[in-house]
């Protein structure tokens, strides 16, 4: 039996309702969502509370509302003042000790499950408590706003404190120092005494880099295999998954993520769906709040601090998720329905996997001629170089979203880099000096590019400036690189970093210089026979150069069924020459400002692969 108001009411005979949720029987809610409740917790090993609120009738708020009334207890308002205390321990355990107050109130405390259970079991029998009750997020909220200066910190800190070798802000190590004042001084003077003797060391140190470069892709291509697929997990054995998502003005695409996300296939009590936002960005917050979203969702304002950059907000998240495992998606994504599953399960499969990186694949390939591009640069990337550095056991850089990570590794390895403006590569590649695996998902998940000249640009700019500050960090002591990854790992990822960059400055215009002399004759009309050998062995490397960047690209396309697209191919070194264009811009941002964060607009684009049924029956598939 159960009591409202005074009266009586008999429960239905089909089954008992869970202990957590029965006291809203009381307050007029019909049986039926509460026994339906009760069934989907038991059939999906979650606390009936969890089961109602993650996509149920009842929003949290009016839950604790209506326990804070059975209990007797005071509702936490704004009056109430958070002590200090371990943020996230608190939001973890659902209790936060109160500054001292008039009501004599020493907790607020958001209960979920047998916790609650407890509370109300122990109801009739208690003086008038103690504690004040809030829902999780408005206990989440005051808690951060509490400890905004302390979360701020860690978010931008936190690395450069206990890996300060490991930190883009750290200062050049003495060898880094060494290394430009030997190009500062000694070079010019070098090249006034023995220029040619100048000239063909440059060209050494360039083919050993881009031969590496190229044949870590050719080893890549030969390593790739199909990435096995696990059996699916069971609901009842599908851990709690957290999302994170980071949105800077955004707000014009807001309702998309909402929507890819809700078509997630997966218990929607295990998920945990962390929206992060700065506190300025009144639209985007303004947006989410229109929407009034479910329980499984926290929208977590950032505390004002420096950088302001992606990296800021994922740290700002990382000790408030719940999850397991933990995955990022960007505001413009659209991952496959079935992501999560599959990763649980590749997750549990193999044990020794500690981040997986899912397939990015370009949504709206026909806007302009630099999307297709974009598409057939990351149907390369992403369907065969990753998975092929994955086989080898080589150190990858990670994609900026789609990343699933075991929450305890990521915690352990420090996070991301607040201050790197391309901490996914810095991640990947922090991941393998601490001993941990990346492998590859096949799943995609469908992203925007950019398809005006201005917005890309300033994408690549950032995408290049952040990779030579990832270059800087992991060159900044070679001796400890080569000791934490083994030879040949760290010359892999020497090659990978250096055959980013250098291929960047240098790759386009070394190739049109090559192709010039070609045309007229001169590569091979050399005056001695050293520099006929040289100029045979940079003219095998420019071939074997564009075999590299062009094979992956038509197997991907063709894996795809985007043949369409070869036509295309003709236009990669125009595509290259404003790479080239963008990495100069890099370097000469990185000097004036290296933790600027180029944002990107999204919500742009005119077409989309999706809607025609290109990529929708391979996500599904």
Not at 310 to 327: C, D, Q, S, T, Y
């Amino acid at each position: 039996m159960a009591r409202r108001d005074g009266e009586r009411i008999r429960l239905p005979r089909e089954g008992a309702i869970a202990a957590e949720i029965a006291f809203l029987a009381r307050y007029g809610m019909p049986p039926g969502p509460l026994l339906a409740a009760t069934r989907a917790a038991q059939d999906g090993g979650v606390t009936a509370d969890q089961a109602l609120l993650a996509d149920g009738p009842l929003r949290e708020e009016d839950f604790y509302r209506l326990l804070a009334r059975c209990l007797g207890a005071p509702q936490f308002s704004a009056e109430m003042a958070i002590a200090p205390c371990d943020p996230s321990a608190a939001v973890a355990c659902g209790v936060a000790p109160l500054a001292p107050n008039a009501q004599g109130l020493r907790y607020v405390l958001a209960p979920r499950g047998r916790v609650l259970a407890s509370l109300l079991a122990a109801a009739p029998k208690r003086s008038p408590p103690a504690f004040a009750i809030a829902s999780p997020q408005r206990l989440g909220a005051a808690i951060r706003r509490q400890a905004g200066r302390r979360i701020a910190d860690e978010a931008a800190y936190a690395l450069e404190r206990a890996e300060p070798a490991l930190a883009a802000r750290a200062n050049f190590s003495n060898g880094q120092l060494a290394c430009a004042a030997v190009l500062a001084f000694a070079a010019p003077l070098a090249a006034w005494e023995q220029p040619h003797a100048l000239g063909a060391l440059c060209a050494i140190v360039l083919y050993a880099i881009f031969a590496a470069s190229v044949a870590l892709r050719f080893a890549a291509i030969a390593a790739r295999a199909p990435v096995r697929a696990d059996p699916p997990l069971d609901d009842r054995d599908l851990p709690v998954y957290s999302i994170i998502a980071p949105l800077y003005r955004e707000a014009r695409v807001a309702a998309r993520l909402i929507e890819a996300l809700e078509a997630i296939d997966y218990p929607k009590a295990r998920l945990d769906i962390k929206i992060v936002v700065e506190g300025h960005d009144l639209e985007t917050l303004t947006a989410l709040a229109r929407m009034r979203l479910p329980a499984r969702y926290d929208v977590i304002v950032a505390p004002p601090g420096a950088p302001a950059t992606k990296p800021r907000a994922l740290n700002v998240a990382l000790p408030f998720a719940r999850g397991e495992f933990v995955v990022i998606y960007d505001a413009e994504d659209a991952p496959a329905p079935d992501q999560l599953r599959r990763a649980a399960a590749r997750f549990q499969a193999d044990p020794g996997v500690d981040c997986l990186q899912a397939r990015l694949a370009i949504d709206n390939i026909d806007d302009s001629w630099l999307t297709r591009m974009f598409a057939m640069e990351y149907a390369a990337l992403f369907d065969i170089i990753n998975p092929g550095l994955a086989a080898l056991n080589a150190p990858i850089a990670l994609g900026g979203t789609s990343n699933h990570f075991r929450a305890e590794v990521l915690r352990r390895v420090g996070g991301w880099d607040a201050w790197n403006v391309t901490e996914d590569a810095d991640l990947g590649l922090r991941l393998a000096r601490f001993g941990r695996r990346v492998g590859a998902l096949e799943s995609d998940t469908c992203e925007e590019a950019p398809a005006d000249f201005r917005n890309w640009f300033g994408q690549r700019r950032r995408w290049l400036k952040g990779w030579m500050q990832t270059l800087a960090v992991h060159t900044r002591a070679p001796r400890r690189l080569f000791g934490e990854l083994g030879a040949l790992r760290a010359l892999a990822a020497l090659a990978l970093m250096l055959g980013a960059a250098l291929g960047g400055l240098l790759g386009p215009a070394l190739s049109a210089w090559a192709l010039w002399r070609v045309a007229g004759g001169q590569l091979l009309a050399a005056p001695t026979v050293l520099q006929g050998v040289g100029d045979a062995l940079a003219l095998a490397l420019l071939l074997a150069g564009f075999l590299a960047m062009g094979i992956p690209i038509v197997l991907a396309l063709r894996g795809r069924g985007l043949q369409r697209l070869y036509a295309s191919l003709p236009l990669l070194p125009l595509y290259y020459a404003l790479v080239s264009l963008a990495a100069w811009a890099a370097l000469i941002d990185l000097a004036w400002r290296p933790y600027h964060w180029s944002k990107t607009e999204h919500g742009l684009a005119r077409t989309s692969a999706r809607a025609s049924g290109e990529v929708r029956d391979r996500l599904i598939s």
